[in-house]
Nanobody, 123 residues
């Protein structure tokens, strides 16, 4: 089984920074593409950032220049570095893996989703 777990959320003042982590566990050799999304109360989920299996990155215009997505394949972890946070960034952030490669190079199609971590930006 494949599981994703997010961590790193919390309360931060406007202009502050947080680093979120999404760690995959189970029969994992590598993650093949992962999205960070967020959902604020009363709003639809929004794609925040994406890292492809080839290492390419994409960002929502609302976070471009402030957020950075990166991966550590040795740790099966994808990070979301968030700087210059704004109150509008307040939401539950969760990660979704498109697929994972098993330790025996088996391909497991997803999506696999974590439970989410709360980010609150407030003074």
């Amino acid at each position: 089984q494949v599981q994703l777990a997010e961590s790193g959320g919390g309360l931060v003042q406007p202009g502050g920074s947080l680093r979120l982590s999404c760690t995959a566990s189970g029969d994992i050799r590598s993650i093949s593409g992962l999205d960070w999304l967020r959902q604020a109360p009363g709003k639809q989920s929004e794609l925040v950032a994406r890292i492809t299996s080839g290492g390419g990155t994409e960002y929502s215009p609302s976070v471009k220049g402030r957020f950075t997505i990166s991966s550590d394949n040795d740790k099966n972890t994808v990070y979301l570095e968030m700087n210059n946070l704004k109150p509008d960034d307040t939401a539950v952030y969760y990660c979704v893996a498109k697929a994972v490669i098993g330790t025996n190079l088996d391909f497991y199609p997803g999506p696999f989703r974590g439970q989410g971590t709360q980010v609150t930006v407030s003074s």
